[in-house]
């Protein structure tokens, strides 16, 4: 018997990552800088930083993180670097 073919669910593509509410489907940059899917739960604003808290749909962890390396489509985070849009300070 073949296997069945799983489709993810569709993301607001054009939009920006800023519109982003609890329930939406976005795409973010993994710490090996790959685009990987992820859902939405929870929306935060600390010390002006827009950060969401998110269920990575590959390896179903819980993750806050900065608006800045999410997008709704993954052609939007191809070639970039996650230190470059969001940099750590020590």
């Known amino acids: ?13 054009g939009e920006d990552i800023s519109l982003g509410v609890p329930g939406d489907f976005c795409f973010y940059l993994s710490t090996s800088n790959k685009p990987t899917f992820a859902e939405i739960k929870s929306v935060r ?10 269920i990575c749909q590959v390896d179903h ?13 993954s052609i939007d985070l191809k070639g970039k670097k996650r230190a470059n849009l969001y940099p750590v300070y020590k």
């Open 61 to 73: 962890k819980w993750m806050w993180i900065p608006a800045a390396i999410c997008a709704f489509d």
């Open 1 to 13: 018997m073949p296997k069945k073919k799983l489709k993810k669910p569709d993301t607001r593509t």
């Open 45 to 54: 604003t600390e010390n002006d930083i827009l950060i969401f808290q998110i």
